[in-house]
T-cell receptor, first 112, second 107 residues
Framework: DGGITQSPKYLFRKEGQNVTLSCEQNLNHDAMYWYRQDPGQGLRLIYYSQIVNDFQKGDIAEGYSVSREKKESFPLTVTSAQKNPTAFYLC???????????FGSGTQLSVL | GEDVEQSLFLSVREGDSSVINCTYT??????LYWYKQEPGAGLQLLTYIFSNMDMKQDQRLTVLLNKKDKHLSLRIADTQTGDSAIYFCAAGGKFYFGSGTKLNVKP
């Protein structure tokens, strides 16, 4: 089955700790995205990547970092510089930029 | 950037039609999208409309686009309890999303 897999489903971060959220897709999509969703709010774009070894900042990139070493994988690191990391994180991909997005099932990140 | 606005809540009775509305600012969007999100899950693409179309029908779903007013709507016919979810419209090249409309379907 083709799709987007996010792991883990739930993640807890201690103060001062970096954590990495995994996103893997087997859809052969070029573009991948990370969004943050806060309760009762829409999605806000953190980072996106149109092609391997290239990525751009979205609207709320501060305190986050990404890499795109393989077409299938786009991990997101939430660094200690992100002071309010508790949110639901969604990864998405599209065949090319500006085409319809397909989403993973999300990771809920909470601070201990 | 893009601004996409939706009303926050809609409550309907089972069997009625639901209409969810969305306004957007970026007229350069090639496509406009409707997504559905169930609790604790990712977003599921429901339907989309090409920007040069006025209407698209897909089974129980009807999308209407008024480009002049930059207004998009999603009509769900014969709404069922399983349709209870949050519905997002999305527009723009980088997929700007509205805040979502929570649809509550009462039996």
């Amino acid at each position: 089955d083709g799709g987007i897999t996010q792991s883990p489903k739930y993640l807890f971060r201690k103060e001062g700790q970096n954590v990495t959220l995994s996103c893997e897709q087997n859809l052969n999509h070029d573009a991948m995205y990370w969004y943050r969703q806060d309760p009762g709010q829409g999605l806000r774009l953190i980072y996106y990547s149109q092609i391997v070894n290239d990525f751009q900042k979205g609207d709320i990139a501060e305190g986050y970092s990404v890499s795109r070493e393989k077409k299938e994988s786009f991990p997101l690191t939430v660094t200690s510089a992100q002071k309010n990391p508790t949110a639901f994180y969604l990864c998405a991909s599209s065949i090319i930029e500006n085409e319809k997005l397909f989403f993973g099932s999300g990771t809920q990140l909470s601070v201990l | 950037g893009e601004d996409v606005e939706q009303s926050l809540f809609l409550s309907v009775r089972e069997g009625d039609s639901s209409v969810i509305n969305c306004t957007y600012t970026d007229s350069s969007s090639t496509y406009l999208y409707w997504y559905k999100q169930e609790p604790g899950a990712g977003l599921q693409l429901l339907t989309y409309i090409f920007s040069n179309m006025d209407m698209k029908q897909d089974q129980r779903l009807t999308v209407l686009l008024n480009k002049k007013d930059k207004h998009l709507s999603l009509r769900i016919a014969d709404t069922q309890t399983g349709d209870s979810a949050i519905y997002f419209c999305a527009a723009g090249g980088k997929f700007y999303f509205g805040s979502g409309t929570k649809l509550n379907v009462k039996p």
